[in-house]
């Protein structure tokens, strides 16, 4: 009997790499109108949140410009670079990442992409 397996076409992941956050297409669907984003991390329960910025929240100055993080939008992926975000992460799970994928999903009601650290994949 087949056993059909789970693929990634449609599966949202971020990735890892000492430098950076790569969003595959369907994680960085959210973002590709938003230039900046925020990151916040929880230590307790272990996740990221990642949530995209608007331009409009940024000429209203409802965000604290200190807390941006530039989002660089490419042919199916979504980049995010910071390495000292990514050594506090690295930290926090008691590991280096170089190439650690973990799921993800969009909390549509916060607006954010949140991983989970503890779901490595």
């Known amino acids: ?5 789970n ?5 949202p992941i971020v990735t ?13 669907v959210h973002f590709q109108d938003s230039r ?8 307790v329960q272990k996740q990221v949140a990642i949530r995209p910025v608007s331009k409009q929240e940024i000429d209203q100055n409802v ?3 200190q807390q941006l993080h530039k989002v ?9 670079s910071n390495k000292a975000v990514i050594s506090e992460i ?9 190439g650690d994928k973990f799921a993800a999903n969009y ?10 650290l503890q779901q490595k994949l």
């Open 1 to 5: 009997m087949l056993e059909w397996k």
């Open 7 to 11: 693929g990634n076409t449609f599966t």
């Open 16 to 28: 890892l790499y000492p430098n950076n956050f790569t969003l595959n297409s369907p994680a960085g």
């Open 36 to 43: 900046y984003c925020m990151i916040g991390i929880d230590p």
């Open 63 to 65: 965000v604290n410009l």
């Open 72 to 80: 660089s939008i490419g042919k199916g992926y979504v980049r995010i």
């Open 90 to 98: 690295a930290s926090l799970i008691g590991k280096d990442v170089n």
């Open 107 to 116: 909390d549509v009601g916060n607006g954010m992409l949140m991983v989970d």
